[in-house]
């Protein structure tokens, strides 16, 4: 079965500082989609950035990038540069290869200090 | 305008009434999905569909029901309510022709408490 772990409840980092939140994956699959959503205290759930299991390179949108080790099944996604308005939950998700189904991770909530 | 769209947004009701929330969207997606979301447990999925005559079961679906009534609509239900299925309720769209690449694009959620 496909699985998502996020092990960090809760992050700290300071602003203009980068940080990485950790993912890891498990699936049978070669073919696969991996995403991370940022969750706002409003609630609502905002993509962020996708990453392919084939993309021989790292998926980078402004100031997010995505640190894809395939062969130790993580994703983490990187945070340059912090702001105030990173202060969020952020949710690692997989693309379930035949459904397009999402199987999310339980979640990191970074907290940005000023 | 949201591309998204859930109502309501808050909703409070006591156990065993039933209740309906409504998503509706413009992005012109075929496929369309429920989730709940649970502290620490991330989003669940409970119900989706790939087209008006489509409905699939997600991992979490017993004590609820869908409907997609057009292409851009997608109602999920709760035929009894009961309190533990307090909790944030999310409908998301996605294009099924462009590949599995693309993600999906969610409501803003409903809030719902069941007392």
């Known amino acids: 079965a496909q699985k998502i772990t996020q092990t960090q409840p809760g992050m700290f980092v300071q602003e203009k500082e980068a940080v990485t939140l950790d993912c890891t994956y498990d699936t049978s699959d070669q073919s696969y989609g991996l995403f991370w959503y940022k969750q706002p205290s409003s609630g609502e759930m905002i993509f962020l950035i996708y990453?392919?299991?084939?993309?021989?390179q790292n998926a980078t949108e402004g100031r997010y990038s995505l640190n894809f080790q395939k062969a130790r099944k993580s994703a983490n996604l990187v945070i340059s540069a912090s702001q105030l308005g990173d202060s969020a939950m952020y949710f690692c998700a997989m693309r379930e290869r035949l459904l397009g189904k999402l199987i999310f991770g339980q979640g990191t909530e970074l907290s940005v200090k000023p | 305008d949201a591309d998204v769209t859930q109502t309501p947004r808050n909703r409070i009701t006591k156990t065993g009434k039933r209740i309906m929330l409504e998503c509706s969207q413009t992005k012109g997606h075929d496929r369309m999905y429920w989730y709940r979301q649970d502290p620490g447990l991330g989003l669940r999925l409970i119900y989706y569909?790939?087209?008006?005559?489509?409905?699939n079961k997600g991992e979490i679906s017993d004590g609820y029901s869908v409907s997609r009534q057009a292409q851009a609509k997608f109602s999920l239900s709760l035929e009894s309510a009961i309190p533990n299925q307090t909790a944030l309720y999310f409908c998301?769209?996605?294009?099924?022709?462009?590949?599995?690449?693309?993600?999906?694009?969610f409501g803003d959620g409903t809030r719902l408490s069941i007392l």
């Open positions: 569909s790939f087209d008006v005559k489509d409905i």
């Open positions: 998301a769209t996605s294009d099924g022709d462009r590949g599995n690449n693309q993600p999906q694009h």
């Open positions: 990453q392919g299991s084939y993309d021989e």
